[in-house]
């Protein structure tokens, strides 16, 4: 039985395989390629890049922050089918009340119709958007999320790993 090359777990099926090396998941593999490219980042810049991009503009609308990574939840369902999913973006709070209010919409119409997961997965998923919608899930406007943080070390290690050689920006 192989092992994954970043965290030593066993992986019984699949796993995700990089050139000579296996991981368990996506995650472990995105972990194992960024995590030596964030640790010479000093922390100091990234803070000051995240506090910059979470009160900054709105990506998508081009409206006043603060900006974070909200999520919103959908499920299909055709009698023994049943798709279901969760979206990420980067955007402002009423973007992101826009995306949950559509995936709400489209769960309520389109979710009910599989059984049996149509009919227990649509209310968590409704339950999951309201939770956004009415602010008592998902980021504070107040602090950004580590999501973000992430998202913002990793986008800084890809741009200094394009950089020309000498230059640390």
């Not at 059984?115 to 958007?129: D, E, H, K, S, V």
Request: aromatic content about 8%.
């Amino acid at each position: 039985m192989a092992s994954c090359d970043h965290c030593g777990s066993t992986i019984l099926f699949g796993g995700v395989q990089q050139g000579f090396r296996r991981f368990c998941g996506e995650d472990c593999a995105h972990e194992a390629y960024w995590g030596p490219k964030l640790q010479a980042i000093p922390e100091t810049e990234i803070d000051e890049r995240l506090s910059r991009e979470h009160q900054g503009a709105c990506p998508k609308c081009g409206g006043p922050g603060p900006v974070d990574i909200h999520a919103s939840h959908w499920i299909y369902s055709a009698v023994l089918f049943s798709r279901y999913g969760s979206r990420s973006e980067l955007c402002c709070r009423s973007c992101a009340r826009r995306n949950q209010a559509k995936d709400g919409a489209f769960s309520l119409v389109l979710g009910w119709w599989g059984f049996p997961f149509g009919i227990m997965i649509t209310p968590a998923q409704l339950l999951r958007n309201f939770g956004g919608l009415t602010g008592l899930s998902g980021p504070k406007p107040d602090r950004p999320s580590p999501e973000l943080r992430k998202l913002i070390a990793v986008r800084m290690a890809a741009e200094r790993r394009d950089a020309p050689p000498g230059r640390a920006e």
